[in-house]
């Protein structure tokens, strides 16, 4: 049987089953902070977890902008020193200055990213998915009369082959 619970502000859903057997029933929850933010998560856990969120890109949660945090995303995806390579990546980007897409480059590297979805289900293998938006609403990226508001990704990692 499985187990929802709606969180606060961050709208977070957990769905756990696999714990409940003979009148036993086992309850937990996870906690994670996201820029000051603490999204508790809980469910029926045992057999396998499954926590989730999904906001609309709307509402989603901004984290700040590319520029701002690509050394942090860099290190949590495993890059051994993301510090570095965010460094590295900004000379890259300078080195464009006076070429006809620095100004885009600019735009994208300042826009506001949002996070969208998280999930963890830990069932056969374990899938993840980790969703972004990027607001680009402010950034005048036009192409005549058709303007760039926003685009986003939905990554999904999947144990199983």
């Known amino acids: 049987m499985a187990n929802e619970t709606k969180t606060g502000k961050s709208k977070a859903v957990a769905t756990a089953a696999g714990a409940e057997a003979e009148g036993f ?27 989730e ?10 984290l ?7 050394g942090d995303v860099a290190s949590a995806l495993g890059v051994k020193d993301g510090k570095k390579f965010g460094d590295d990546l900004e000379e890259k980007i300078k080195a464009l200055e006076g070429t006809p897409v620095a100004g885009v480059v600019a735009k994208l590297l300042n826009a506001p990213l949002k996070i969208t979805d998280l999930l963890i289900d830990t069932r056969a293998g374990g899938t993840y998915q980790f969703g972004f938006g990027v607001d680009l609403s402010g950034a005048g990226i036009k192409v005549g009369e058709l ?3 926003a685009f986003g990704m939905l990554f999904t990692y999947s144990g199983e082959a």
């Open 147 to 149: 303007e760039l508001h």
């Open 64 to 70: 700040g902008n590319f520029a701002s945090i690509i």
């Open 53 to 62: 969120y999904h906001e609309p890109f709307e509402s989603a949660l901004e």
């Open 25 to 51: 029933t086992a309850r937990g929850f996870i906690q994670i902070k996201i820029k000051e933010e603490i999204f508790e998560l809980r469910g029926v856990v045992g057999g396998y977890l499954r926590v």
